[in-house]
């Protein structure tokens, strides 16, 4: 059977810019372009250290690059909300209800480099725009071919609406954004319920529509009444105000495949919304559509049923205000990139989309038992402005050695202060388990001339390959002998 996944090794890219420590030539990684990924190798990449900016996918050295970055993820499952994250949705949610901003979070702050300065929270995934791209020379086959185009347009499907809440309220027609310190205009006369209030209320309603009534009802909602239960994520985020209820803002979040008619229909808005975003806030050229397409549309994931490359747009009413970048896997949700309106900075956009992907991912549970974990790119330990990864709990980071992962707590925090790059397995004999041997290097699959071979087959006809064996040790065993590697 032909291997669903067909990459391109480059090899060792040295000594560019590094987008956290601004020194001009102090990163290094090894790097190769993926024409076709499936899902599940790049799964496996990624729990080797690997990440994708578009169809380029690239592995720092860890051991040589000035800012370490070290692969984080957060168990989803077991996700631990703090006061800052529960504040962050409180905030919005009223925003949506009153149209109201706090008056201390009006006027935007000015960074010392200009510009707007994000908080830490709304940092997330710069590595993605800062990551190394593909070296200049040009890869022989095309990323995509139009067949696959229209097969990923056919099988993509967009995603309805979130359910049991994790999607707010549907926009109102031809309703406008406007945002202010007063009253939004929006014929709100009541006062909003408190959030208790409406709980109560919601729970009423899911006992009787179970066929809950009388005397029953009313001894579950006593018994309920009297519990301590802790709110859990889903239900800081149900509190958004309902079609039902009067309120000044709807937002509606729609998760859309990057290929289908949909995503085309919106293109223009989405890259204006990145561009003022690229501007405002990171002070950088956004570069042309083209530019934004390759890296952040362009996937080679192969898109099938819930998982792939999608866009989680966020509109306020009719307004696009903020898009989320993910890769759906077999393991995970994974966070590319997001951007936002700078107008909206007071509502820590990036801090909520956090919060709605870990709920997403857990939603994505039902369907995906396997799907558990929440990747936020890669942790830099060196640059104190990407440390707020590690307040999501619980967190864990993936040792640059074995690839066994380590929980984010005081004992790692400490190695990574003392030496920023480290071994974080204890363990001195413990070992990469997919480090391939020679007779697993014998069994890596090449595409040479447009034919399929093992590499064993060149070895008794050209000798080694170099550039193949540093391949095989960098994907590890499995994925060398899943992945076709093009090879002169």
């Known amino acids: 059977m032909m291997p669903s996944s067909l990459v391109e090794f480059y090899g060792k890219h040295s000594n560019y810019a590094c987008g956290y420590c601004s020194q001009k030539s102090s990163c290094h990684s090894d790097g190769m372009w993926a024409h076709r990924l499936s ?89 993605i725009v800062e990551a190394p791209r593909a070296p200049s020379k040009q890869p022989d086959l095309q990323c995509f071919q139009e067949a696959s185009v229209a097969q990923r347009a056919q099988d993509a499907s967009s995603f309805a609406d979130e359910p049991d809440g994790l999607c707010s309220s549907k926009p109102k027609s031809g309703s406008t954004s406007n945002v202010s310190n007063h009253s939004s205009g929006s014929g709100v006369t009541n006062p909003p319920k408190k959030a208790k209030l409406l709980r ?57 495949s990057t290929s289908g008619k949909k995503f085309q229909e919106n293109l223009a808005t989405s890259f204006a919304l990145f561009a003022k975003y690229q501007t405002a806030i990171h002070n950088d050229r956004p570069g042309s559509i083209s530019d934004y397409l390759e890296f952040l549309v362009n996937s080679p994931l192969k898109t099938g049923g819930v998982m792939g490359s999608f866009h989680q747009q966020y509109w306020l009413d009719d307004r696009l205000i903020a898009v989320g970048v993910i890769d759906v896997l077999p393991y995970c949700v994974s966070a590319v990139y997001f ?52 307040n999501l709990h619980p967190s864990y980071l993936l040792c640059p050695e074995v690839y066994s992962w380590h929980s984010l707590d005081a004992t790692v925090k400490s190695k990574l202060d003392a030496s920023k790059y480290s071994r974080l397995n204890n363990d001195p004999k413990a070992q990469d388990t997919n480090k391939p041997t020679e007779q697993d290097l014998s069994d890596v699959v090449l595409l040479q001339n447009r034919k399929c071979l093992r590499y064993s087959q060149c070895l008794q006809a050209n000798g080694p390959i170099v550039e193949v064996e540093a391949y095989a040790r960098l994907v590890g065993k499995q994925c060398a002998k899943r992945m076709l590697l093009v090879v002169a």
């Open 200 to 256: 109560i209320e919601r729970k009423r309603e899911k006992l009787q529509k179970k066929g809950v009534s009388g005397d029953e009802l009313e001894r579950l909602m006593k018994e309920s009444k009297g519990q301590n239960v802790a709110k859990s994520l889903e239900d800081f985020l149900s509190e958004a105000p309902r079609d039902d209820e009067p309120a000044a803002h709807r937002l509606k979040i729609e998760t859309i």
């Open 39 to 127: 899902c599940e190798d790049y799964q496996d990449l990624i729990d080797r250290g690997w990440r994708r900016s578009g169809c380029y996918c690239y592995k720092p050295i860890m051991d040589v690059t000035c800012c370490p970055a070290y692969t984080i993820k957060c168990n989803a499952l077991n996700f631990q909300m703090n006061k800052s994250h529960k504040k962050v949705i409180k905030r919005l949610n009223k925003f949506l209800r009153d149209g109201l901003k706090e008056e201390h979070e009006n006027q935007a702050v000015q960074s010392t480099e200009g510009g707007l300065e994000t908080t830490e929270h709304d940092r997330r995934d710069s590595e």
């Open 339 to 390: 951007f936002y309106d700078p107008e909206f900075h007071f509502l820590s956009l990036g801090t909520y989309a956090s919060m709605r992907e870990v709920a997403f991912a857990r939603t994505l549970n039902r369907q995906l038992p396997s799907l558990t974990n929440y990747y936020m790119g890669f942790y830099i330990h060196s640059c104190p402005k990407m440390r707020y990864k590690g």
